[in-house]
C-alpha cells in the first residue's frame, strides 16, 4: 500500500505527552517566523507500523500487487524524468508541487479511461486521463483541451503520451501561478490559490454553481492535499514527492484549517507555546485526537459545528441529491473513480443526481458525509432505497489508493452501521476474493462491494479490495476468544449513568458519571467514559462500583463458571488506578482481586471464573471462590488513592467466554 515516507527531518520528531501538555495549556501567541511546524503526538514509527499493517491479508491478491508494484516502478522512473523536463519549460512553478499533484490526482498512474483495465466511468464522474488526471469536460473543466491549446498540440496526445500529459499540467498550473506573482522561489504555500483555480472542478462558464460554499470547501480540500504531500514528503515504490515545510496559517485563515482538519500547529519551542493561527485567542490543540480547536463561543466554533450528526468523525457536507428509504438493509463499498476532493464536488453538482452518504480520504482516512443516513443516496440504482454507501478516493485498477488509514476508516464507519442498524451486522459482511467482474452476492450477505448486486454494470471495488482484511477490521474478536456483550456504540449498554454511592463506593461525590464517549475508543466507535471526581469531605481511598443491570443480576447475562473468563478493555491517563469485577455467585457476591491499568494504553484485563486464587469472598456470605455452575455479572470496580483531582477511566467491549 501507498504510505508517507518515513524519513523525516527533525522538526517531525515526536513531542512527549509532557510537552505537549505544557504546550496546549499555554496561552497562544501571534505568529513567530522561527517556530517549527510539528504535531503533538506525531511518531515517526507510526509510519512505519502502518506500512506492515497494510500487508494484504489475501494471499493471491498480495501476489497480485507484488506484479503491479514491479511494473509501476519502471513507468515512474520515466515519469520523473518527465517531470525534470516540465520544470525546464517552466521554471515558476516550485519544485515538488508537479509531482505532488500527481501524487494526489493518480498515485503516478497513467489514466487511460477508454483502455481495458480501467473501469467503469462510476457514477458518471468526469473521466481524468494520464499520469496528471486531466479532466476533458464532462460536467468539469476541460484541462485536456486547453492544456492542448497552450501547447500547441493535439489533444490525444495530451491523453495518451505520458511526457504530453504532464507537460500540459504544467502549462496550466503555470498560468494560475503567473496570475498570483507566483514563481520558484515563493514559499510553496503561496501556490494555494493557484491550485484552488486549477483543479477544474467546473467548467467555463458555470455560474452560480462554481461558486457555492461547498465547490470552494472541495477546491480548498484540493489544495490542502497538494500541500499536505509536500509538507510530508512521499518516498514510496518510485513516487518521490520532495519534502517542503509548509507553514499553514499562511496558506489557509484558521476557520479553513478547522474545517479541513488539519493536524498541524505551529509551535515556539523556545518559549514552549502554541502560537495562534489568527488574530482571536483561544485557539488551542484537542489533546485527545491533536486537531485544531477554535476560540469557544466563536463564529469559527459555529462553523466548525457543521458536521454529521450521524457519525462525529466525520464532516458534513451536504448534497441535494437524495430521495426517501425504505429500509436500512446493507452496506455498500464503492471506489470513486477518482480522488477525493474531485468527489465532493461532483456529489454536489452533477447532472445525473449521483451521490453516496460517506467519502473517505485515501491519505489520512478523513470522512466527509454528504447524504443524510435516513435518506436514500443515489448510489446502487435499485437499491438506493435500502443500503448505505461509501465510496473510497481511488481507481480500481491501481492499488496504492487503499491505505491501511483508509480501511481502518471505513470498518470504523461500518461498524457504526451495524450497531445503529438491527438488520446489518457485519459478520454477514463479505470476506471472499477481490473480482474484476459482476458477482451478485444473496441478500444475506449484509456488506458487499457495488459489483456484488444485482442490476449493476459497475465492478467497484473490483480486485485489489482486501475483503479478508476488512472483515477482520468489522469483526475483530476478542483476546480472551468470547463475545462482546457491551460495545457502548449506542448505549451505555448495562451498564449504569453513574457509579453506585451506596456504602459499597467511596470517596467520589456525587458528580461523579458514566456516560457513552465518541472520542477516545479502543475498537468501534465509542466506549464508556467513567469521570471520577472526588469527595471533598471524605478522606476515603476512591472504591467505585460501577454497577451492571442497575444491580438487578436477573438484567445481565449468564456466564459459566467452567472455562468462563470475563474481560474488559481499560484506558487512563491517570496513574496509581487498578480494576477488579464482581461476580454474583449462588452464595453471596465474591469480588475478583484488582488488576494495575498502565497510563496511556489501551489494555486488557482479564479474569478466570473457575480459578479461586482470582476471587476473594465480599458480601452475602461469599466463600472467596466461584462456585454455582452458571453467574451474573455484578460489577466492574475501580481502586485509587484519594485525589482532588478528577480522574477519567475508559472502558470499551466487555466481553465474557462461556
Known sequence: MNEYSVTRRARRRPLSRALCGRILSAKPLSCLSLALSLACGF?????????????????????????????????????????RQAYARYPSIPAGTLEAVAYVTTRWQHLQPDGAGYGEQHQHMPRAYGVMGLYRGEGFADQVGEG???????????????????????ALLDRELRADAVNAKSPVEATRAALERYAGF??????????????????????????SAQDKGVNDRGIVVPERAVAWERAFDAPALLRLRAPFVRLDVAADKV??????NGWRIDPLDETLRAPAGSRSEAAA???????????????????????????????????????????????????????????DGQITQMVRENRAAHHVGVHNKTTLGIEHEGFIANASWYTAAMYNASAALTRHFCATYSAIGCASAFKGPGGTGINVLPASVKVKG???????????????????????????????????????????????????????????????????????????????????????????????????????????????????????????????????????????????????????????????????????AWVGGANGAITAATVKLDALWLYRDQTSFDVNVYLDDVQVKN
Open 43 to 83: 511518531a515517526v514509527d507510526a509510519h512505519a507500523a502502518e506500512r506492515a499493517s497494510a500487508a494484504p491479508q489475501d494471499p493471491a491478491l498480495a501476489q497480485r500487487l507484488r506484479l503491479e508494484e514491479s511494473l509501476s516502478r519502471i513507468d515512474r522512473q520515466l515519469y520523473t524524468g518527465y517531470f
Open 148 to 170: 492542448a491549446r497552450l501547447l500547441g498540440v493535439p489533444a490525444q496526445r495530451v491523453m495518451r503520451d505520458p511526457a504530453s500529459n504532464i507537460l500540459a499540467a504544467a
Open 202 to 227: 467546473a467548467p467555463a462558464g458555470a455560474g452560480a454553481a462554481a461558486k457555492s460554499a461547498v465547490q470552494a470547501h472541495a477546491r480548498a480540500s484540493f489544495a490542502f492535499d497538494v500541500l
Open 275 to 280: 502560537e495562534a493561527l489568527g488574530t482571536d
Open 305 to 363: 459545528a457543521e458536521k454529521s450528526t450521524d457519525y462525529p468523525p466525520a464532516l458534513w457536507v451536504a448534497s441535494p441529491y437524495h430521495s426517501t428509504r425504505t429500509s436500512y438493509d446493507s452496506v455498500t463499498i464503492h471506489t470513486m473513480q477518482g480522488y477525493y476532493a474531485g468527489s465532493i464536488s461532483w456529489f454536489q453538482n452533477n447532472p445525473n443526481s449521483v451521490s453516496a452518504h460517506y467519502l473517505i480520504r485515501s491519505s
Open 450 to 616: 457495488h459489483q456484488h448486486y444485482s442490476s449493476q454494470t459497475h465492478t467497484d471495488p473490483g480486485q485489489y479490495w482486501d475483503w479478508a482484511r476488512y472483515y477482520n477490521l468489522l469483526n475483530p474478536g476478542t483476546p480472551g476468544g468470547g463475545s462482546v456483550i457491551d460495545s457502548f456504540e449506542s448505549s451505555v449498554g448495562h451498564f449504569d449513568s453513574a457509579p453506585a454511592y451506596s456504602g459499597s463506593t467511596t470517596g467520589i461525590s456525587a458528580a461523579s458519571l458514566a456516560e457513552r464517549n465518541c472520542t477516545t475508543r479502543k475498537n468501534g466507535e465509542c466506549s464508556l467514559r467513567v469521570l471520577l471526581k472526588d469527595d471533598a469531605a471524605s478522606a476515603n481511598a476512591w472504591a467505585v462500583r460501577l454497577l451492571s443491570g442497575g444491580g438487578n443480576p436477573g438484567s445481565n447475562a449468564a456466564l459459566t463458571r467452567a472455562g468462563g473468563k470475563v474481560g474488559v478493555w481499560v484506558y487512563t491517563g491517570a496513574s496509581g488506578l487498578s480494576a477488579a469485577v464482581g461476580i454474583d455467585d449462588s452464595d453471596g457476591t465474591e469480588r475478583s482481586v484488582a488488576r494495575a491499568i498502565p497510563v496511556n494504553t489501551w489494555t486488557y484485563l482479564e479474569w478466570r471464573l473457575d480459578d479461586a486464587a482470582q476471587w476473594d
